[in-house]
């Protein structure tokens, strides 16, 4: 199983599911405060800078909700300067895979994808456990 780097906002029922999920399909995490961490620009743009910029925002932040702030009207530079303002604004969780995939939300299909194609790659091949194809005598 995979060790999972995942970034949540502390005490979110949401991220708790999310988590529970994860850790009883037998991967291990290792979690870290989203709001606490130190984002730079280029840290947030590692994980954000594939999407379209209003699909980088957690879309139930007090701003983004109550219509303060509307991600599709935001340049990319606009919205990452609010993010590193206000870190509640970024999507989460932010969740990162053993072969450095990362994936900005929770979508359990997109997550089960990566998750069994790292498990697929890592299953033993056919051959002698000494690493010889075919098995030669020792």
Do not use: Y
Not at 53 to 71: H, K, L, Q, S, Y
Not at 121 to 128: D, S, Y
Request: proline letters at 8%.
């Amino acid at each position: 199983m995979a060790h999972i780097i995942f970034f949540e906002k502390p005490g979110c029922g949401g991220n708790a599911k999310q988590k529970a999920w994860l850790v009883a399909a037998g991967h291990t995490l290792d979690v870290r405060s989203l709001l606490a961490w130190p984002w730079t620009r280029e840290s947030l743009l590692g994980w954000l800078g594939a999407l379209p910029v209003a699909d980088w925002f957690n879309r139930a932040a007090p701003a983004v909700r109550d219509g303060e702030i509307r991600p599709e009207s935001l340049s990319g530079d606009e919205a990452i300067a609010l993010m590193l303002a206000t870190p509640l604004l970024i999507r989460r969780p932010l969740i990162e895979l053993p072969d450095g995939t990362r994936l900005v939300g929770f979508n359990e299909s997109q997550l089960r994808a990566h998750l069994d194609a790292a498990a697929a790659a890592q299953a033993p091949r056919e051959g002698c456990a000494r690493g010889m194809t075919p098995c030669e005598p020792a």
